[in-house]
């Protein structure tokens, strides 16, 4: 903005000259396209993860075909909490549940209110599909993975919530419930499934690979 006022007090001192010259406006074009073409080879936040992979070695991509589908679960699962309940969720999730009081990143599920009260999160949603697939190629995504699992196993067994929903890595907890049986069953398995896919990475002390 401040250019552009520079340019038309120029143009007002100089009526005949041609502000700014061609040789400058064509630089300017030419770095206007070398910061669109940046921002988009970057990838920021993920947006673009159906278009450009989020990792080349190792290899990490996820379709927009392969996408849709879990959205459309994911959405359903949205769809069974109560819209006045406090939510504990992943990250890719929080976006979903912006709207309401109380919300968490998980594993965080406990916070003070406006009272002044420690409580729990009403229920916790997750999306682990997703952080299976980034965490062969980010740290950050296996540590909360690990993370994820362990709060998980802590808190079902505690019965401090019960499992409701566990499928193709979508989790849906609710607290102070009995676990569907069906769910639970579903869930045993994969605690296991984690230590073994990321046991490589803690044992050899690996880093995140770059893009």
């Known amino acids: 903005m401040v250019v552009f006022l520079w340019w038309s007090k120029q143009q007002e ?15 300017w074009v030419a770095c206007i396209c070398l910061s669109l073409i940046f921002t988009v080879t970057s990838n920021p936040n ?4 159906f278009l450009i992979p ?3 070695q190792p290899w990490v991509y996820v379709s927009l075909d392969e996408q849709w589908p879990r959205s459309q679960n994911m959405r359903s699962l949205l769809a069974q ?18 709207s309401r009081r109380e919300v968490l990143r998980f594993p965080l599920y406990q916070l003070i209110n406006d009272q ?17 697939r980034y965490q062969v190629a980010f740290s950050g995504d296996r540590d909360a993975l690990r993370a994820i699992v362990e709060t998980t196993d802590r808190l079902t ?20 419930v009995t676990s569907n049986p069906d769910a639970i069953e579903a869930w ?10 990321t046991r490589g990475y803690k044992e050899t002390g690996s880093k995140t690979p770059s893009f």
């Open 81 to 98: 909490i109560p819209p006045d309940a406090s939510v504990a969720g992943t990250t890719y999730l929080i976006p979903h549940l912006s």
């Open 188 to 197: 045993g398995e994969f605690p296991q499934e984690v230590i073994i896919s």
């Open 13 to 27: 001192k100089s009526p005949e000259a041609e502000l700014p010259s061609p040789k400058f406006r064509r630089f």
């Open 46 to 49: 993920r947006t673009l993860y």
């Open 116 to 132: 002044d009260q420690l409580v729990a999160m009403d229920y916790i949603i997750a999306d682990l599909w997703q952080l299976q």
């Open 157 to 176: 067994s505690t019965q401090e919530y019960g499992i409701l929903h566990f499928h193709n890595g979508l989790l849906l907890m609710r607290r102070g």
């Open 54 to 56: 989020d990792s080349i």
